[in-house]
């Protein structure tokens, strides 16, 4: 525009022209317009009110009902394995079914807890309960096989840190505190880090479909997320691991276990929120 020019206005047949006039609009039209979609339609302008948010469709309630069962029942499972050995005699059946059948009760002790803690890990990360496509039943049967070898683990470093003490190998000998550190200690330092490496390479196995065929180890092994597992993995052992075993290991031998298998909620936390921040940074 050049000085002196006027600026130009909107003649009589405008469809603007009324946008221009001031006595037209009351004092609060500028926010109405802007808020609420401008349609241009037969050469005049026309405000299209604004739509109501959307609701909640049939499919959505039912998801959401879904959800609250779901929620409702790993809660009910929690409450009836604490309930079992909350009561004396049912408690008590526990130990003794745990001292007949070590390998069975400890199979079946992760293959529920650990794979809760699993679940448990997707509804924190995603807001939701992802059962379908996840292999449900590998993933129990995984942690079955880790519930044997913590059968074998805590009596394994639990003798053997006793023969230790025993010896004069250790530091402790008479006191019951410390040789339950030097157990967690030693399980912390030769069994954790190797155990959850196992997990985390099954793990991927199962995502691929590949547990039960041949299995292509180097290529999974290198692409583990290593700086991950170190960082959230490898401080929770003993951060997190070592005081905690630590006061298992000053339970009774027959609830040992199932302490583990309670923690093995935790553990299916870590491991999983470790595999999930992993799958993040490659996103």
């Given at each position: 525009m050049r000085a002196g020019d006027q600026p130009l206005r909107p003649g009589p047949g405008d469809p603007t022209a009324s946008l221009d006039r001031k006595d037209t609009l009351p004092a609060d039209s500028s926010c109405a317009i802007i808020s609420q979609p401008i349609a241009k339609a037969g050469g005049a302008i026309r405000i299209r009110p604004s739509q109501p948010d959307r609701e909640e469709t049939p499919p959505d309630r039912g998801r959401t009902r879904m959800e609250q069962?779901?929620?409702?029942?790993?809660?009910?499972?929690?409450?009836?394995?604490?309930a079992v050995l909350g009561f004396p005699q049912?408690?008590?059946?526990?130990?003794?079914?745990?001292?007949?059948?070590?390998?069975?009760?400890?199979?079946?002790?992760?293959?529920?807890?650990?794979?809760?803690?699993?679940?448990?890990?997707?509804?924190?990360?995603?807001?939701?309960?992802?059962?379908?496509?996840v292999r449900l039943w590998q993933r129990?049967?995984?942690?079955?096989?880790?519930?044997?070898?913590?059968?074998?683990?805590?009596?394994?470093?639990?003798?053997?840190?006793?023969?230790?003490?025993?010896?004069?190998?250790?530091?402790?000998?008479?006191?019951?505190?410390?040789?339950?550190?030097?157990?967690?200690?030693?399980?912390?330092?030769?069994?954790?880090?190797?155990?959850?490496?196992?997990?985390?390479?099954?793990?991927?196995?199962i995502e691929r479909g590949l547990l039960f065929r041949r299995w292509p180890f180097l290529e999974v092994f290198r692409g583990i997320d290593w700086q991950n597992m170190?960082?959230?993995?490898?401080?929770?052992?003993?951060?997190?691991?070592?005081?905690?075993?630590?006061l298992t290991f000053m339970l009774p031998p027959e609830y040992r276990v199932v302490a583990a298998a309670l923690l093995a909620i935790?553990?299916?936390?870590?491991?999983?929120?470790?595999?999930?921040?992993?799958a993040r940074k490659e996103t």
């Open positions: 069962t779901f929620t409702a029942l790993w809660i009910a499972i929690l409450a009836g394995v604490l049912s408690r008590a059946l526990f130990a003794v079914a745990t001292r007949s059948h070590p390998y069975l009760m400890g199979m079946v002790k992760f293959a529920l807890l650990g794979t809760m803690g699993e679940l448990l890990s997707w509804k924190l990360v995603s807001g939701r309960w992802k059962i379908a496509g129990a049967l995984v942690w079955a096989f880790i519930g044997v070898l913590l059968t074998l683990a805590f009596p394994l470093f639990s003798a053997g840190t006793d023969a230790l003490l025993a010896q004069g190998y250790l530091p402790g000998r008479g006191h019951p505190w410390l040789a339950a550190l030097w157990k967690s200690f030693l399980l912390q330092s030769i069994f954790a880090f190797p155990f959850m490496t196992f997990h985390r390479v099954t793990d991927a196995l170190f960082h959230v993995v490898g401080r929770s052992i003993f951060l997190f691991w070592l005081p905690v075993h630590t935790v553990l299916g936390l870590i491991l999983g929120g470790a595999r999930r921040l992993s």
